[in-house]
C-alpha cells in the first residue's frame, strides 16, 4: 500500500543545524506529540532492536533521528538501505500518524519511554551480548523505542512482578501439563505470567493463569489487532480484557518470521525470569532463554523424558550453562525470581510413614523381627542388639502404635491395614 497520500511528494525538509545535519531534539522546540510520532515511524522505517537507530535516538533524539534518517544520511549502508526500500511504501510520518489513529480506534495505546507506565526493565538490553552472535536478530536486540498496548493495567506495573513461561508450539501432553500448571500457579500468587501467545506451550500458560483469574500478558511479533495465530483469537481476546497483548510494531503488522526472534529478547528483559517447559533442538523458545541468560536474569529449565524430541532444546541449555537452573514446580521458579530468603521452595520429601517417627532403638527392634515368623524376648534384643530392657520397653511402645502384636509365643509385626474398597 502507498502511504503517502495525494499530493505527497516525500518527507517533509528536515531541520538543519549548522553543519548540514538535522538538530537534536530541544525541550521546546518539539511537542511531545511529534516525539511520539517519530517513535512509531523510526520502527517502521527500521526492525526494532536495530542499534545505530536506539543509538541516534539516546543522543539526538527521536524527532531529529527520524529527519536524518528521511534524509538519507543514516550511520550505516544497511540502514540507509533499509530506509529506503521501506520508503517508498510510503512517507514514514503519515504511516505513523495512521498507525496511532487505528490504534486509538483499536483501542490500543502507545506507550514511549516518556510515559509513566514506561517498562524501565527493557532499558537492559543495551548491555545485551549475545556470544558468537552473527544473525541480525541475534545483533540488533537494543531496547524498544515505544510499545503498543492493549489492556486496561499499566504496563510497567503489570509486569513489575511476572515470569515468562515459554516453549514448543508442539507440546507434549505433558509439556502442556506443566505449562498449565506453571501458569495457575504463578498467576495464584499474584505473579503476572507473560508468554507469545503461540500454539502449545505459550497457550497453555497464558490459559493456567486466565483460570486462576490472574494476570497474564502476551507480547506479539504483529499488530497488536491482528491475532497470531487465528486459532488463538478467542484467547487473545481474553487476554486484553483481563491483562495486556504488546508488541512493538505498528497496528496492522504482519507476523513474519524473523520478528519472533526479535520479539524474544522483549520477554527476556520485561519479565523477572524465564521458564523453558518444552523445547526441540532448534527453536526459538530456547533463544528467548539464552537471551535472559545473556541479561543475567533467573533463567529455568522443566526436564522432560530423555526419550522425547521437545526435551532435547530444554536439557542442552542445562548442560551447556551452568547458570540455567531445573526446576519443576512453581515453588522452583518463585525460589529463583522471588525475594532472597522468603520464597524457598520446601525440600522434596516422601510421605511420612509412622515409623520416620520412632527412634533408632525402636526402628532397630522393629527391623529385627521377621515377616512372617513370631520371635521370643531375647531373641529380639539379640538381633537388634539391644539389652532385654531396652528391647521390652520399645517393644510395648510399639505395640501401643499398632506396629507390633504380642503372642503367646512372642511378638510379631502386625498385619497391615485392610484395603479400603469404594
Given at each position: 500500500m502507498d502511504h503517502r497520500g495525494p499530493g505527497r511528494a516525500g518527507p517533509a525538509r528536515p531541520r538543519r543545524r549548522r553543519g548540514g545535519?538535522?538538530?537534536?531534539?530541544?525541550?521546546?522546540?518539539?511537542?511531545?506529540?511529534?516525539?511520539?510520532?517519530?517513535?512509531?515511524?523510526?520502527?517502521?522505517?527500521?526492525?526494532?532492536?536495530?542499534?545505530?537507530?536506539?543509538?541516534?535516538?539516546?543522543?539526538?533524539?527521536?524527532?531529529?533521528?527520524?529527519?536524518?534518517?528521511?534524509?538519507?544520511?543514516?550511520?550505516?549502508?544497511?540502514?540507509?538501505?533499509?530506509?529506503?526500500?521501506?520508503?517508498?511504501?510510503?512517507?514514514?510520518?503519515?504511516?505513523?500518524?495512521?498507525?496511532?489513529?487505528?490504534?486509538?480506534?483499536?483501542?490500543?495505546?502507545?506507550?514511549?519511554?516518556?510515559?509513566?507506565?514506561?517498562?524501565?526493565?527493557?532499558?537492559?538490553?543495551?548491555?545485551?551480548?549475545?556470544?558468537?552472535?552473527?544473525?541480525?536478530?541475534?545483533?540488533?536486540?537494543?531496547?524498544?523505542?515505544?510499545?503498543?498496548?492493549?489492556?486496561?493495567?499499566?504496563?510497567?506495573?503489570?509486569?513489575?512482578?511476572?515470569?515468562?513461561?515459554?516453549?514448543?508450539?508442539?507440546?507434549?501432553?505433558?509439556?502442556?501439563?506443566?505449562?498449565?500448571?506453571?501458569?495457575?500457579?504463578?498467576?495464584?500468587?499474584e505473579w503476572t505470567v507473560v508468554s507469545g501467545g503461540a500454539f502449545g506451550i505459550d497457550a497453555a500458560a497464558h490459559r493456567g493463569a486466565l483460570t486462576a483469574g490472574g494476570r497474564t500478558v502476551a507480547v506479539l511479533a504483529c499488530g497488536v489487532d491482528r491475532p497470531y495465530p487465528m486459532g488463538n483469537a478467542a484467547l487473545f481476546d481474553r487476554i486484553a480484557e483481563t491483562g495486556l497483548l504488546v508488541s512493538e510494531w505498528i497496528p496492522g503488522a504482519e507476523p513474519l518470521r524473523p520478528r519472533f526472534l526479535i520479539r524474544n529478547r522483549v520477554i527476556a528483559a520485561a519479565t523477572n525470569g524465564t521458564v523453558l517447559v518444552e523445547a526441540a533442538a532448534r527453536s526459538g523458545a530456547t533463544q528467548t532463554l539464552n537471551r535472559a541468560l545473556g541479561l543475567r536474569r533467573p533463567a529455568m529449565v522443566v526436564p522432560g523424558p530423555v526419550t522425547s524430541a521437545m526435551s532435547v532444546g530444554g536439557h542442552e541449555v542445562l548442560r551447556e550453562r551452568p547458570e540455567a537452573r531445573l526446576v519443576t514446580n512453581v515453588a522452583?521458579?518463585?525460589?529463583?525470581?522471588?525475594?532472597?530468603?522468603?520464597?524457598?521452595?520446601?525440600?522434596?520429601?516422601?510421605?511420612?510413614?509412622?515409623?520416620?517417627?520412632?527412634?533408632?532403638?525402636?526402628?532397630?527392634?522393629?527391623?529385627?523381627?521377621?515377616?512372617?515368623?513370631?520371635?521370643?524376648?531375647?531373641?529380639?534384643?539379640?538381633?537388634?542388639?539391644?539389652?532385654?530392657?531396652?528391647?521390652?520397653?520399645?517393644?510395648?511402645?510399639?505395640?501401643?502404635?499398632?506396629?507390633?502384636?504380642?503372642?503367646?509365643?512372642g511378638y510379631a509385626l502386625a498385619p497391615p491395614p485392610p484395603v479400603a474398597r469404594s
Amino acid at each position: 500500500m502507498d502511504h503517502r497520500g495525494p499530493g505527497r511528494a516525500g518527507p517533509a525538509r528536515p531541520r538543519r543545524r549548522r553543519g548540514g545535519h538535522p538538530a537534536p531534539d530541544r525541550g521546546g522546540r518539539v511537542s511531545a506529540d511529534d516525539r511520539r510520532l517519530a517513535r512509531v515511524a523510526l520502527t517502521w522505517l527500521a526492525e526494532p532492536g536495530t542499534r545505530s537507530v536506539y543509538a541516534l535516538v539516546e543522543r539526538i533524539g527521536p524527532v531529529a533521528t527520524l529527519d536524518l534518517l528521511l534524509s538519507g544520511e543514516a550511520p550505516e549502508r544497511t540502514l540507509r538501505s533499509a530506509v529506503a526500500a521501506r520508503g517508498v511504501s510510503g512517507d514514514a510520518r503519515t504511516v505513523a500518524a495512521e498507525a496511532l489513529a487505528r490504534g486509538e480506534r483499536l483501542g490500543a495505546r502507545l506507550v514511549t519511554p516518556e510515559d509513566d507506565e514506561w517498562l524501565a526493565q527493557v532499558g537492559d538490553l543495551r548491555r545485551l551480548a549475545l556470544s558468537g552472535a552473527t544473525r541480525r536478530v541475534d545483533v540488533e536486540t537494543d531496547p524498544p523505542l515505544c510499545f503498543w498496548v492493549r489492556g486496561a493495567w499499566s504496563l510497567g506495573e503489570a509486569l513489575a512482578r511476572s515470569v515468562a513461561v515459554v516453549g514448543a508450539r508442539a507440546a507434549t501432553p505433558y509439556g502442556a501439563h506443566i505449562a498449565t500448571e506453571l501458569g495457575y500457579g504463578l498467576a495464584d500468587r499474584e505473579w503476572t505470567v507473560v508468554s507469545g501467545g503461540a500454539f502449545g506451550i505459550d497457550a497453555a500458560a497464558h490459559r493456567g493463569a486466565l483460570t486462576a483469574g490472574g494476570r497474564t500478558v502476551a507480547v506479539l511479533a504483529c499488530g497488536v489487532d491482528r491475532p497470531y495465530p487465528m486459532g488463538n483469537a478467542a484467547l487473545f481476546d481474553r487476554i486484553a480484557e483481563t491483562g495486556l497483548l504488546v508488541s512493538e510494531w505498528i497496528p496492522g503488522a504482519e507476523p513474519l518470521r524473523p520478528r519472533f526472534l526479535i520479539r524474544n529478547r522483549v520477554i527476556a528483559a520485561a519479565t523477572n525470569g524465564t521458564v523453558l517447559v518444552e523445547a526441540a533442538a532448534r527453536s526459538g523458545a530456547t533463544q528467548t532463554l539464552n537471551r535472559a541468560l545473556g541479561l543475567r536474569r533467573p533463567a529455568m529449565v522443566v526436564p522432560g523424558p530423555v526419550t522425547s524430541a521437545m526435551s532435547v532444546g530444554g536439557h542442552e541449555v542445562l548442560r551447556e550453562r551452568p547458570e540455567a537452573r531445573l526446576v519443576t514446580n512453581v515453588a522452583h521458579v518463585l525460589e529463583e525470581v522471588g525475594r532472597i530468603g522468603y520464597d524457598l521452595a520446601p525440600p522434596a520429601r516422601a510421605p511420612e510413614r509412622p515409623r520416620d517417627r520412632l527412634d533408632e532403638e525402636a526402628t532397630q527392634v522393629l527391623e529385627a523381627l521377621p515377616r512372617r515368623r513370631t520371635l521370643d524376648l531375647e531373641s529380639v534384643a539379640a538381633r537388634a542388639g539391644v539389652d532385654l530392657r531396652t528391647a521390652m520397653r520399645k517393644l510395648s511402645m510399639l505395640e501401643e502404635l499398632a506396629m507390633v502384636v504380642r503372642r503367646d509365643d512372642g511378638y510379631a509385626l502386625a498385619p497391615p491395614p485392610p484395603v479400603a474398597r469404594s
